[in-house]
């Protein structure tokens, strides 16, 4: 990712918590880092997995005071990190040209932190290439979403368009296939990814209760669902974005 790849955005500076999470944005060259707050144990532990910080001295503090600090919903490991919120990845400058096999995500509207977040973690995980939120009506870059993402906000690029049904069709110009994800979709996933396995493809997923909105959905080329028991309506959307990345995977593997 070259330099021009990113845009420089000013908003407030808040907490990164939680071993992962602090660890992966110190070792980010593109996050910017104010203040690194550890107990003495997270301090030994820090120090065996990356040495001595010579940019950023630690303050040694007791797990209370981190928890008063960061409220006490925060499960912080003894690890608090001060940072600036990540430069914003632009959309046109998402490359396709590496190879098929590394899907993108594309979240119509999904709101809550910890659900984007673990999407955020499936993506690294099963290879994935980007997330694609909406700007408005959804989540802002916080500890909870960094913390949900186990460390992977670091190295996925979290990319806000203004406009989810343009930027689709932008990607299905440059020749992604878009799946949505519908529990009454025409087709069975598996199916779906079988005929698209050579492809670039984009899982396109809906806010719980709300679904994908019917200008998102014209977008789509395929209205796919995950063959689930009959006496469950839905996934949450992170299980559901989880199964997708993975089932790519094994498309991919069987294919090759």
Known sequence: MGKNSYRKKTCKRYWVFGFHP????LL??????????????AANKLQKVMG????????????????????SDATH????????PLPEYRFDNLDLADGPFKPIVLLDQVTDPQNVGAILRSAEAFFGRAVITT????????????KASS????????IRVSNLSVAMKVLKEKGCWLIGLDPFGEDELEKVLQVTSDVNIGF????????????????????????????????NVSNAASICLYSAQVIKNRSN
């Not at 992977?152 to 690029?157: Q, Y």
């Not at 679904?211 to 028991?229: F, H, P, T, W």
């Open 204 to 235: 396109v997923m809906g806010a719980e209760g709300k679904g994908l909105r019917e200008s998102v959905r014209n977008q789509c080329d395929y209205l796919a669902k995950i063959a689930i028991n009959c006496t469950i309506d839905s996934l």
């Open 135 to 146: 700007s408005r009506n959804t989540p802002v870059e916080s500890g909870v979403l960094a």
């Open 22 to 25: 602090v660890k992966a944005a």
């Open 28 to 41: 980010n060259p593109n996050r910017v880092s104010y203040r690194l707050i550890l107990t003495q144990n």
């Open 52 to 71: 001595t910080l010579d940019h950023l001295k630690p303050e040694i503090q007791s797990s209370k005071f981190i928890a008063d600090l960061l409220g």
């Open 151 to 158: 460390g992977a906000i670091e190295r996925i690029p979290l």
């Open 77 to 84: 490991q003894g690890f608090a990190l001060e940072v600036e």
